[in-house]
T-cell receptor, first 115, second 111 residues
């Protein structure tokens, strides 16, 4: 049981390049999330999904797209990377998200630098 | 005013000391509260939920004060391994919609 995994762990991009971050969970969780963490800003929600085939915008969705074709996978895409997207990206999942006490389980993070 | 505010620290305390952190939240409709722990360059992990009546887990005690809109975390008998950043998390509604993370309080336990 690996929990939540993310690939890649590190990546350096040039401005304008595109990339996809992959998140996978083996806990059969319904809900999945993508966050970014920047110094002094806390974790901010980019997009989330409440189930296979569904996605929704979070607090800071601009410049990102997501897809959830399979329940266990949640992909985050950057179509044209910008230096402002330099950050640490965390994926998380939770059992259902309908209860206010549901816990989120986080992946190890992807450190992205955009030059 | 930020939705969730924490003193960033760092709190430098000697081993064996007792240390307490507070976290204030702005929305009185907030329903559930958590403390997460984040080690340097690692992912956040749930430390404990915070219940209205207060709760304890070993050396850790969490309390909620709805009237003053803050939660607290008390760590007794600090260990070197407690060194980390502690994130306050507030859920305004049932589910995912309004989960807000604080920026964290850094704790450094020194020998």
């Amino acid at each position: 049981n690996a929990g939540v995994t993310q690939t890649p762990k590190f990546r350096v991009l040039k401005t304008g390049q595109s990339m996809t971050l992959l998140c996978a969970q083996d806990m059969n969780h319904e809900y999945m999330y993508w966050y970014r963490q920047d110094p002094g800003m806390g974790l901010r929600l980019i997009h989330y999904s409440v189930g296979e085939g569904t996605t929704a915008k979070g607090e800071v969705p601009d410049g990102y797209n997501v897809s959830r074709l399979k329940k266990q996978n949640f992909l985050l895409g950057l179509e044209s990377a910008a230096p402002s997207q330099t950050s640490v990206y965390f994926c998380a999942s939770s059992p259902a998200g309908r209860s206010s006490t549901d816990t989120q389980y986080f992946g190890p993070g992807t450190r992205l630098t955009v030059l | 005013r930020k939705e969730v505010e924490q003193d960033p620290g760092p709190f430098n305390v000697p081993e064996g000391a007792t240390v307490a952190f507070n976290c204030t939240y702005s929305n009185s409709a907030s329903q559930s509260f958590f403390w997460y722990r984040q080690d340097c360059r690692k992912e956040p992990k749930l430390l404990m939920s915070v219940y209205s009546s207060g709760n304890e887990d070993g050396r850790f005690t969490a309390q909620l004060n709805r009237a003053s809109q803050y939660i607290s975390l008390l760590i007794r008998d600090s260990k070197l391994s407690d060194s980390a950043t502690y994130l306050c998390v507030v859920n305004m509604a049932g589910g995912y919609q309004k989960v807000t993370f604080g920026t964290g309080t850094k704790l450094q336990v020194i020998p």
